[in-house]
């Protein structure tokens, strides 16, 4: 039986494209103003990704998790990238709406996403909840809705790997 290392594995999967499914949670967004949600677009094509859907959806959490159900549901969708809806306050509920849908944590990309956030703010990294995980096959990520926070998660963590879990996903 052959052993593949984690580069081998990283290797073989480089050149994958993945179908991502944008969406950015917010009350007041439009997609002029909707920096977050573009840069999510603009990294994951430059990478060689396709994005198949983006929309913004209200802080409401019926409409996300319909909207969520739907995309879950897509034979053209891999991944769903969220931006927003992660803080502590009464409004921020994509992380409850996400934990319902979850059927496979990835606890490491909260936990290496707020070590990274930590070096860039300080203590403001707690009171992010950002959470990855699978679903139905799906790769869900919910990102915060700082366009630098969006950045950071997609450039050091999701896109180094988002190829490699689909890769294994689609086995």
């Known amino acids: 039986m052959l052993v593949m290392s984690y580069q081998e594995h990283q290797r073989d999967a480089a050149g994958v494209a993945v179908a991502c499914a944008v969406v950015t949670l917010s009350d007041t967004r439009t997609p002029q103003t909707d920096s977050s949600g573009a840069a999510i677009q603009r990294l994951a094509c430059e990478a060689g990704h396709r994005v198949v859907h983006y929309q913004i959806v209200p802080d409401e959490p019926a409409e996300f998790e319909k909207h969520l159900a739907d995309?879950?549901?897509?034979?053209?969708?891999?991944?769903?990238?969220?931006?927003?809806?992660?803080?502590?306050?009464?409004?921020?509920?994509?992380?409850?709406?996400?934990?319902?849908?979850?059927?496979?944590?990835?606890?490491?990309?909260?936990?290496l996403f707020r070590m990274l956030s930590w070096e860039q703010i300080g203590s403001g990294a707690m009171l992010s909840r950002a959470v990855a995980g699978i679903c139905r096959g799906k790769l869900l990520f919910a990102m915060p809705g700082s366009t630098k926070a969006v950045e950071l998660a997609m450039t050091k963590l999701i896109l180094p790997e988002l190829s490699h879990l689909v890769r294994e996903l689609r086995k």
């Open 71 to 111: 995309l879950i549901a897509r034979t053209d969708v891999e991944a769903i990238l969220t931006t927003g809806g992660t803080g502590i306050s009464r409004r921020d509920q994509t992380i409850d709406v996400m934990a319902r849908r979850i059927e496979t944590p990835l606890p490491g990309f909260g936990e």
